[in-house]
Protein backbone atom coordinates (compact mmCIF):
# COMPACT_ATOMS: atom_id res chain seq x y z
CA UNK A 1 0.00 0.00 0.00
CA UNK A 2 3.03 2.26 -0.23
CA UNK A 3 2.80 5.30 -2.02
CA UNK A 4 -1.15 5.17 -2.62
CA UNK A 5 -1.92 7.49 0.66
CA UNK A 6 -4.85 7.06 2.84
CA UNK A 7 -7.77 7.44 0.44
CA UNK A 8 -5.84 4.73 -2.38
CA UNK A 9 -5.30 2.37 1.65
CA UNK A 10 -9.04 2.64 2.55
CA UNK A 11 -9.98 1.71 -1.27
CA UNK A 12 -7.62 -1.24 -1.14
CA UNK A 13 -9.53 -1.76 2.38
CA UNK A 14 -13.14 -1.88 0.69
CA UNK A 15 -11.94 -3.52 -2.66
CA UNK A 16 -10.05 -7.08 -0.94
CA UNK A 17 -13.35 -8.71 0.66
CA UNK A 18 -14.50 -8.32 -2.91
CA UNK A 19 -12.07 -9.87 -4.64
CA UNK A 20 -11.79 -12.57 -2.05
CA UNK A 21 -15.44 -13.03 -2.47
CA UNK A 22 -15.14 -13.44 -6.30
CA UNK A 23 -12.57 -15.99 -5.79
CA UNK A 24 -14.31 -17.91 -3.49
CA UNK A 25 -17.62 -18.03 -5.49
CA UNK A 26 -15.51 -19.33 -8.62
CA UNK A 27 -14.21 -21.75 -5.96
CA UNK A 28 -17.61 -23.28 -4.85
CA UNK A 29 -18.29 -23.64 -8.96
CA UNK A 30 -15.30 -25.74 -9.36
CA UNK A 31 -16.39 -27.85 -6.45
CA UNK A 32 -19.53 -28.44 -8.07
CA UNK A 33 -21.86 -26.38 -6.71
CA UNK A 34 -24.69 -25.00 -8.08
CA UNK A 35 -23.61 -20.79 -9.02
CA UNK A 36 -27.27 -19.92 -7.41
CA UNK A 37 -27.26 -21.95 -3.79
CA UNK A 38 -26.18 -18.66 -2.00
CA UNK A 39 -29.08 -17.11 -3.31
CA UNK A 40 -31.17 -19.93 -2.69
CA UNK A 41 -29.85 -20.47 0.62
CA UNK A 42 -31.00 -16.00 1.00
CA UNK A 43 -34.43 -16.78 0.43
CA UNK A 44 -34.58 -19.79 3.20
CA UNK A 45 -32.86 -17.62 5.68
CA UNK A 46 -34.75 -14.27 4.81
CA UNK A 47 -38.22 -16.05 4.71
CA UNK A 48 -36.97 -18.27 8.19
CA UNK A 49 -36.37 -14.23 10.01
CA UNK A 50 -39.56 -12.98 8.97
CA UNK A 51 -41.84 -16.02 10.34
CA UNK A 52 -39.29 -15.17 13.69
CA UNK A 53 -40.48 -12.06 13.37
CA UNK A 54 -44.04 -12.81 13.13
CA UNK A 55 -44.14 -14.86 16.12
CA UNK A 56 -42.85 -12.12 17.61
CA UNK A 57 -45.85 -10.75 19.32
CA UNK A 58 -44.37 -9.21 22.76
CA UNK A 59 -41.55 -7.64 20.97
CA UNK A 60 -39.50 -4.47 22.18
CA UNK A 61 -39.47 -1.78 19.91
CA UNK A 62 -35.39 -2.55 20.15
CA UNK A 63 -35.92 -6.29 19.04
CA UNK A 64 -38.01 -4.90 16.08
CA UNK A 65 -35.37 -2.45 14.97
CA UNK A 66 -32.82 -5.41 15.05
CA UNK A 67 -35.31 -7.82 13.65
CA UNK A 68 -34.99 -4.89 10.63
CA UNK A 69 -31.52 -4.04 10.66
CA UNK A 70 -31.09 -8.15 10.00
CA UNK A 71 -33.95 -8.08 7.63
CA UNK A 72 -32.71 -5.25 5.50
CA UNK A 73 -28.83 -6.26 5.27
CA UNK A 74 -29.47 -9.30 4.25
CA UNK A 75 -32.28 -8.74 1.41
CA UNK A 76 -30.23 -6.13 0.27
CA UNK A 77 -27.42 -7.86 -0.19
CA UNK A 78 -29.37 -10.49 -1.92
CA UNK A 79 -31.24 -8.16 -4.29
CA UNK A 80 -27.88 -6.00 -5.09
CA UNK A 81 -26.57 -9.69 -6.83
CA UNK A 82 -29.78 -10.42 -8.23
CA UNK A 83 -30.17 -6.89 -9.46
CA UNK A 84 -26.85 -6.33 -10.82
CA UNK A 85 -25.65 -9.37 -12.46
CA UNK A 86 -28.82 -12.41 -12.34
CA UNK A 87 -31.66 -10.24 -13.96
CA UNK A 88 -29.23 -8.35 -16.57
CA UNK A 89 -28.18 -12.07 -17.41
CA UNK A 90 -31.01 -13.63 -17.03
CA UNK A 91 -32.88 -10.78 -19.75
CA UNK A 92 -29.63 -10.85 -22.24
CA UNK A 93 -29.18 -14.97 -22.19
CA UNK A 94 -32.43 -16.64 -21.41
CA UNK A 95 -34.65 -14.33 -23.56
CA UNK A 96 -36.76 -13.83 -20.30
CA UNK A 97 -37.19 -10.06 -20.62
CA UNK A 98 -40.67 -10.11 -19.96
CA UNK A 99 -40.57 -12.21 -16.45
CA UNK A 100 -36.97 -10.47 -15.53
CA UNK A 101 -39.49 -6.83 -15.44
CA UNK A 102 -41.73 -8.46 -13.30
CA UNK A 103 -39.16 -9.55 -11.03
CA UNK A 104 -37.47 -6.36 -10.59
CA UNK A 105 -41.24 -5.06 -10.21
CA UNK A 106 -41.37 -7.22 -7.33
CA UNK A 107 -38.45 -6.17 -5.65
CA UNK A 108 -39.99 -2.57 -5.86
CA UNK A 109 -42.99 -3.62 -3.62
CA UNK A 110 -40.86 -5.37 -1.67
CA UNK A 111 -38.42 -2.50 -1.02
CA UNK A 112 -41.94 -0.18 -0.30
CA UNK A 113 -42.75 -3.05 2.14
CA UNK A 114 -38.97 -2.96 3.63
CA UNK A 115 -39.48 0.75 4.53
CA UNK A 116 -43.04 0.54 5.94
CA UNK A 117 -41.57 -1.67 8.19
CA UNK A 118 -39.03 0.43 9.41
CA UNK A 119 -41.42 3.12 9.61
CA UNK A 120 -43.71 0.64 12.18
CA UNK A 121 -41.08 -0.14 14.76
CA UNK A 122 -43.82 1.80 17.06
CA UNK A 123 -46.85 0.71 16.15
CA UNK A 124 -47.70 -3.41 16.64
CA UNK A 125 -50.68 -3.57 13.58
CA UNK A 126 -48.51 -2.11 10.72
CA UNK A 127 -45.24 -3.46 11.61
CA UNK A 128 -47.06 -7.35 11.48
CA UNK A 129 -49.09 -5.66 8.04
CA UNK A 130 -45.31 -5.25 6.53
CA UNK A 131 -43.79 -8.41 8.20
CA UNK A 132 -47.15 -10.33 6.66
CA UNK A 133 -47.14 -8.36 3.53
CA UNK A 134 -43.25 -9.48 2.44
CA UNK A 135 -44.10 -12.65 3.49
CA UNK A 136 -46.42 -12.77 0.94
CA UNK A 137 -44.57 -11.11 -1.65
CA UNK A 138 -41.31 -13.13 -1.43
CA UNK A 139 -42.36 -16.50 -1.35
CA UNK A 140 -43.91 -16.70 -4.69
CA UNK A 141 -40.76 -14.76 -5.94
CA UNK A 142 -38.09 -16.81 -4.21
CA UNK A 143 -40.69 -20.22 -5.86
CA UNK A 144 -40.08 -18.61 -8.94
CA UNK A 145 -36.72 -17.95 -9.16
CA UNK A 146 -35.77 -21.32 -7.96
CA UNK A 147 -38.42 -23.52 -10.37
CA UNK A 148 -38.24 -21.37 -13.71
CA UNK A 149 -35.68 -18.32 -13.51
CA UNK A 150 -32.20 -19.70 -11.93
CA UNK A 151 -33.07 -23.14 -13.88
CA UNK A 152 -33.90 -21.32 -17.60
CA UNK A 153 -30.35 -19.51 -16.61
CA UNK A 154 -28.29 -22.73 -15.93
CA UNK A 155 -29.42 -24.54 -18.76
CA UNK A 156 -27.96 -21.77 -20.66
CA UNK A 157 -24.75 -21.56 -19.60
CA UNK A 158 -20.86 -23.78 -19.52
CA UNK A 159 -19.30 -24.23 -16.43
CA UNK A 160 -17.02 -21.46 -17.40
CA UNK A 161 -20.37 -19.38 -17.81
CA UNK A 162 -21.31 -20.61 -14.25
CA UNK A 163 -17.67 -20.03 -12.81
CA UNK A 164 -18.15 -16.06 -14.26
CA UNK A 165 -21.83 -15.77 -12.55
CA UNK A 166 -20.69 -17.13 -9.31
CA UNK A 167 -17.73 -14.85 -8.93
CA UNK A 168 -20.12 -11.61 -9.79
CA UNK A 169 -22.81 -12.85 -7.24
CA UNK A 170 -20.43 -13.21 -4.55
CA UNK A 171 -18.31 -9.82 -5.58
CA UNK A 172 -21.63 -8.11 -5.47
CA UNK A 173 -22.91 -9.46 -2.24
CA UNK A 174 -19.62 -8.61 -0.92
CA UNK A 175 -20.02 -4.76 -1.30
CA UNK A 176 -22.33 -4.67 1.31
CA UNK A 177 -20.43 -5.65 4.91
FE1 LIG B 1 -35.46 -11.71 -6.48
FE1 LIG C 1 -34.03 -14.08 -4.89
Known sequence: MIGLGAAGGALVGRLLPILIANASGAAR???GQDPFATLIRD?????????????SVDASALRKATFAYL???KISKHAMAEENVVYPTLTDHAERAEATRKLYEEHARMKILLFELEQSISNHESWFKAVRGL???????ARQE???EFPA???????????????KIHGEQAVIV
Open 153 to 167: LGARMDKAGKMKLAR
Open 135 to 141: SEEIEPH
Open 146 to 148: EEV
Open 29 to 31: VTM
Open 71 to 73: FKR
Open 43 to 55: HRELLDLLERMEH
